[in-house]
Structures are given as C-alpha cells and as structure tokens.
T-cell receptor, first 111, second 114 residues
C-alpha cells in the first residue's frame, strides 16, 4: 500500500531553476525520508526529517514537514542535469515499523 | 563498506523455472528487506527480516519464498512465477527494523518472466 500521493507526478525544468516536490501521507510516522532513483536503478537516500522537526537542509536540498497537514516538500535549488531522476518520499510508519513510499515525482532537468 | 549488492542484475525465467535472487550487505545491519517495483511505480514492500527472523510478510504469494541464512545474506527463492511478476526486485538493509535511520538499497534485479 502506498503511503500517499506526491505531486507533481512529473516535472520538467531548465538547469539552474529550482524544483519543488510535494508529498502527502496518511498514517502516523516517526520520520519522513526522501529518496532518489535513477532510471531502473536502486534508491539512494537523500535526507531524513524527524516528526518533531519542521525544516531541514542538506546542500542544495531543503525539506519541510507539516505533521498537522501530513505533508512534506522537497526543494532542490539550482538544479543540474544530473538531478534528473525519480524522487520518492517514504514515511516510517509507527505501527508497521516499515517504510511506505509515495507515488513519486519524475524530474527532468533540461541542460 | 556502505554497499548492498544484488545478484543477478538481470534474470529471465520461464513460468516453470526455479531461481533465486541474492542480496548481501556487510554493514552489520540487522534488518533486511525485499521490495518489488513495477515500472513508473514506487517500491512495494514484500518482506522484512529482523535479526534473521521474518517479521513482516505483506501477503506475498507463496511462489516467492524469502530466506535469511545469516545476518549478511538475504535470498528470494522464485518458483512458478507469472508474467505479471516481472519487475525490479530491490533489496535493502538498515541498522534495525523500524529504526530512525535510512535504508540502504541495492541496485536491484530486473526479472522478466516469460
């Protein structure tokens, strides 16, 4: 079962622009994580935000979490062609003790 | 070593074959996972092993049989699969199941059932 929905499903931007992806989740979570997946490859962990945090930064990444709205956003600043990938949020469900992934956003950064 | 390895990279099998997927990690993680991912979809959890014991089975058909021989290895035995089982199978590990840290994913096995 999916944790929730991500929007947009697909996003195409020019190099240098910022990309924002949103994620909504359904259940109670301990933390929310964002992963990147290059086409047909494994997932790479990007950033984790705990349920008692509201915002977190890592390099060009900025993640926000609003537990009252059960939503999170990932901002990639100054995008590069190498950022082209699918991005998934994943909530660590407090009950199941397992990650459940959102539907994902496919990001295309045009050089 | 922060790598999760999976073999084979690609596998083509008939519906009557028996094959196995293998996953290995040497990070000392005590939780290991199998996910199934169809094209343009998110990974779906299949199994979770915690301290070499099966802790979650997401109602996966019995034609998929997981095995955790030791803390570093995870296998997925396949038998009598259907064409709709064709997918990318991902293995992952984490220090403990349900813990606060991220999961490490392998590159996946691309399975095609003919």
């Amino acid at each position: 079962s999916q944790q929730g929905e991500e929007d947009p499903q697909a996003l195409s931007i020019q190099e240098g622009e910022n990309a924002t992806m949103n994620c909504s989740y359904k259940t109670s979570i301990n933390n929310l994580q964002w992963y990147r997946q290059n086409s047909g490859r494994g997932l790479v962990h990007l950033i984790l935000i705990r349920s008692n945090e509201r915002e977190k930064h890592s390099g060009r990444l900025r993640v926000t979490l609003d537990t009252s709205k059960k939503s999170s956003s990932l901002l990639i600043t100054a995008s590069r062609a190498a950022d082209t990938a699918s991005y998934f949020c994943a909530g660590l469900d407090t009950g199941r003790r397992a990650l459940t992934f959102g539907s994902g956003t496919r990001l295309q950064v045009q050089p | 070593d922060t790598e999760v390895t999976q073999t084979p990279k690609h596998l083509v099998m008939g519906m009557t074959n028996k094959k196995s997927l293998k996953c290995e990690q040497h990070m000392g993680h005590r939780a290991m996972y199998w996910y199934k991912q169809k094209a343009k979809k998110p990974p779906e959890l299949m199994f979770v092993y915690s301290y070499e014991k099966l802790s979650i089975n997401e109602s996966v058909p019995s034609r998929f049989s997981p095995e955790c021989p030791n803390s570093s290895l995870l296998n997925l035995h396949l038998h009598a699969l259907q064409p709709e089982d064709s997918a990318l199978y991902l293995c992952a590990s984490s220090p403990i199941a349900g813990g606060p840290l991220e999961q490490y994913f392998g590159p996946g096995t691309r399975l095609t059932v003919t």
